[in-house]
């Protein structure tokens, strides 16, 4: 996978850093939801039942390089 310096750096967060690189690339591969933002970037939502949260991924506009990872609090299916 591809990450910006933005995501690397937001990464170090305690909030953050206990996001696995398989979760990502499940959301990536196995999306419950897309949507496309008006700058191109991409959402993509899974549910990781191993911590019972859904996690937001946007992505590039390129659809492959990783700019955030989060768990999405709001997120309703």
């Keep these: 996978m591809k990450f910006t310096l933005y995501f690397l750096y ?3 967060r305690t ?3 206990c996001i696995k690189e398989k979760w990502i690339r499940n959301a990536i591969e196995n999306p419950l939801r897309t949507e496309v933002q008006k700058d191109a970037r991409i959402r993509k939502w899974i549910y ?3 911590v019972d ?3 937001r991924v946007i ?5 492959v390089t990783v700019h955030n990872a989060f768990f999405d ?3 309703q299916e």
Excluded: Q
């Design 10 to 12: 937001t990464r170090n």
């Design 15 to 17: 909030d953050r850093s």
């Design 48 to 50: 990781v039942k191993e």
């Design 59 to 63: 992505l590039l506009s390129d659809g």
């Design 73 to 75: 609090r709001s997120f």
């Design 53 to 55: 949260k859904y996690l």
